[in-house]
């Protein structure tokens, strides 16, 4: 047996590797939803992290696993790559598929476990944004997907929206650049899958009848090509009217998208220029708030606790932005965090919590004429609400239907 791996745990020689991934014991398992696959996956816990276990054709596997790990350099949105394990056996000497290792995505669901029950249709608008956004971040950075779907992709919880990730990169290919005639070959194929997933939804009567899958899989593209032209189009702009560049900026910001250089022209015969940004990534929020508090969230959750941390700044008077960060986390985010058992912390992450907490702040407000203080507002939350809820690592849409 040979393992390439990234991951340095000598329990990962532990696992069955002798036996075929389908007939691996139930103890061996983790027992987490997953979506449709051309493969047998399963899930393994090795030393208290959760990883998903392929098997796969050894050059597939070796292609995919080389491009995840590109990935994750260029800071894309998609699952780790952790190993390959080739050259296996089975007990009497016959060869087995080699595997591939990820590491599970955390509090991640495929969209099947989502459509369980059926979801409202601005609850699969948001799922379309998310997957929209993915495509177009994977873009930017050059890689070309050739299978984006539903299936292919993992869904997070973002403060009221989603966040998307790659987590099948066969078809792949990292390129410097992407042409026109790449992406549009890409969302058609997009389409295509798009539309397929929809109807065997419909048919399983997991789609909401007012959503019609052709309609469904022509918005993801159309939400694709707005967001595409916003972040890439070429802007003139006089001399003297440079606050049309500042708004561009921050309304780029804003969609959480960070510029890493400007590309700028002069007009023949004109006072103006033109100017195209260079995007460097999604993740505007989340860095600031990774800088400011150390505190790791998705972009909606970022944007949704910067909000919180800037009006507790603005109320405490406290003019340095990182000693109000660092008060903000050790006064109002980690006590939140705390208060809540440990038992009760599984059914959501962190970020998420605390932005439903100070969101049942505000309906308890709403309600009572009154602010009813940030303590008042954990013990209610946890009573009336968070006690209620499965556990978000199990299931992700408990109210997204």
Not at 42 to 54: C, D, E, M, S, T
Request: hydrophobic share 40%; proline share 5%; glycine share 6%.
């Amino acid at each position: 047996m040979r393992i390439t791996s990234a991951l340095v745990e000598p329990a990962l020689l532990d696992l069955p590797w002798s036996t075929p991934l389908e007939e691996w014991p139930a103890d061996q398992l983790v027992a987490l939803p997953q979506g449709i696959s051309r493969h047998v996956v399963r899930f393994v816990r090795i030393a208290g992290v959760v990883y998903a276990v392929k098997e796969i054709d050894e050059r597939i596997a070796e292609r995919e696993y080389g491009l995840l790990r590109a990935l994750e350099r260029l800071g894309a949105p998609a699952v780790e790559a952790m190993a390959i394990v080739a050259d296996r056996t089975d007990l009497g000497g016959e060869p087995l598929e080699p595997a591939l290792v990820t590491r599970h995505l955390h509090f991640s669901l495929p969209y099947r476990a989502l459509f369980s029950h059926t979801l409202r249709p601005d609850t699969v608008s948001r799922l379309l944004d998310a997957l929209a956004a993915l495509l177009v971040r994977l873009h930017l950075t050059g890689f070309f997907w050739g299978d984006c779907s539903l299936s292919n992709t993992l869904f997070r919880r973002d403060a009221g929206a989603f966040a998307a990730y790659l987590v099948d990169a066969e078809t792949g290919a990292l390129h410097p650049r992407l042409s026109n005639g790449q992406r549009t070959e890409d969302l058609e194929v997009t389409r295509v899958n798009i539309f397929g997933e929809a109807l065997d939804l419909a048919a399983a009567g997991l789609l909401h009848p007012s959503v019609d899958p052709e309609a469904m899989a022509h918005d993801v593209v159309r939400r694709y090509e707005s967001l595409w032209h916003e972040l890439t189009y070429e802007q003139q702009i006089d001399r003297d009217g440079r606050h049309h560049l500042e708004k561009r900026v921050r309304r780029l910001n804003e969609l959480g998208f960070d510029i890493g250089e400007l590309q700028m022209s002069t007009v023949d015969g004109s006072s103006s220029f033109l100017v195209r940004p260079k995007v460097v990534d999604a993740g505007h929020h989340t860095r600031r708030l990774l800088r400011l508090t150390g505190l790791d969230a998705e972009e909606n959750q970022a944007r949704r606790l910067l909000n919180d941390l800037d009006t507790y700044r603005a109320e405490s008077d406290v003019p340095d932005e990182q000693q109000a960060a660092h008060r903000w986390v050790t006064e109002v985010f980690e006590p939140v965090i705390r208060a809540v058992p440990a038992d009760l912390r599984r059914k959501l992450e962190p970020p998420e919590l605390f932005i439903e907490v100070i969101d049942h702040r505000w309906r308890l407000g709403e309600q009572t004429g009154r602010d009813v203080g940030l303590a008042s507002a954990v013990q209610s939350f946890m009573a009336d609400v968070l006690v209620h809820r499965p556990d978000e690592q199990a299931v992700l849409g408990y109210d997204a239907g």
